[in-house]
């Protein structure tokens, strides 16, 4: 796969704020890739050497008033700890 095909976007919350003073960046990415696959992608996306790779799967929550409900979609998230001395230049000035 393509590294656009498995980075989705950035997740830009209050709490990945935070981590990046740990030097970690969270992605949202394709449910179907796996770590290997994600850690290849950030580096070949953003030239940077990868140290790990957390992944959690957000399951959908349920949507709607009354007879209308439905689900919102199952995502996965991918938090990935970057090696001493490199950094991700979009996530400057967030």
């Known amino acids: 796969m393509h590294p656009l ?31 290997n696959q994600i850690k290849e992608a950030v580096e070949r996306a ?24 439905g689900m919102t979609k199952t995502w996965k998230k991918a938090i990935v700890t970057l090696g001493s001395g490199y950094k991700i230049e979009i996530f400057e000035g967030v």
């Not at 830009?12 to 969270?26: A, G, V």
């Not at 953003?46 to 409900?69: D, E, Q």
């Open 5 to 35: 095909e498995i980075l989705r976007r950035p997740i830009i919350t209050e709490k990945n704020t935070m981590l990046l003073t740990e030097n970690k960046y969270t992605f949202e990415v394709a449910r179907s890739a796996n770590k």
């Open 46 to 69: 953003f030239n940077v050497k990868v140290a790990s790779v957390n992944v959690i799967t957000v399951h959908g929550k349920m949507r709607g008033p009354g007879r209308l409900r």
